[in-house]
């Protein structure tokens, strides 16, 4: 049994020493020491320090605690992570036109909270300057533009007078900004999407309590599981000015657009978008829906609540409603447009028709 015991021990050590053992546990720390930040415990700004470790290493991890910035530069292909929302990244008041963290191409941030303000701030329909995240590039209306391959996760974002998340020109690269299990709340738009900003993907993202829940004004994008309730709007997309050549035709599927604007405001407002846009699977309860002058607009599958989920077309092309259901028959308001389509919807608990 001795020596059985014996070589089980040697050819432990054996595999130990194969892996690196102690000696490479030992590096490995170093090195993960070399790529941590520490905060300091005040309102130090930390941009430097942050920065210089990213262009030294391509990764900085923060730990738990609070760093306040000036603006964050994720280089290319860099990380900047935390501790979850045991790390706070401050954007510092003295910033009235910025960002707490700029992305790049094949850069990624996550496990981190990001703080605009540390008490609430006035929430207003025009988006302000004080952005959380920033996704820019120049495409500007032409087909150059950065950047590409952003990745954005486990994020919380809160309070900030501009976007939560802002892609401005990012133009059409099919690579665009991956965003997935975010909180963002008190903010004058939770995502902001401007005119030449295409396809990008934002999945379980829970946007709360902000005036925009969602402000999508470029094409492409596809929006998975993500939760626009108790906003003051649910979803804008506006090409009223005709500013951007796609005007959307991208996807909301099951996304949840309940309570607006205190279970009296718009869930769903469209403006000049005749590209078409597709809502499947969704949920609206006291909210409701605004189409103007647009075309290839279609809701399906979608529950909708009681009160005040009235539904209003004005002008426009086709718009199609499939297959939905209602807990009670909304109010319809349609006009000068003959191309609006209910096809198999219903009331769920008598089986009325629901239609114009």
Known sequence: MAKYLALILVLIAVLFVGCGGERDGKKEAKVMYAKYLAPTGNTTDRTADIQAMLSSTGVCHLGAGDFYVSGIDVPTGATLDGCGNATRVHLLDSVTDGCAVKLNQNSTLKDVRLIGSDSPITL???VGTRHGILWEGNANGD???IPYRGTISNVFIMRFNGGGITCYNTGYGTAGLNVSDCHITGCNAAINISYWSEYHR???VNATYNYYGCINNGGNNMFVNCNFSSNKMGMLMDNSQGQSRNNTHGSAVGCTFNHTDRNTGIGIKVLNCKNGFIFDGC?????QINLQNSAGIVVSNTNFGAKNCNITVLDGGIVLFNGNMHQSAPDI????NTHVVFENCYVRGTGAVVQP
């Open 143 to 145: 087909k150059d533009s």
């Open 333 to 336: 308001t349609i006009t000068n």
């Open 283 to 287: 949920q609206i309860f006291f909210s």
């Open 124 to 126: 207003s329909e025009t």
């Open 202 to 204: 934002f999945t379980n």
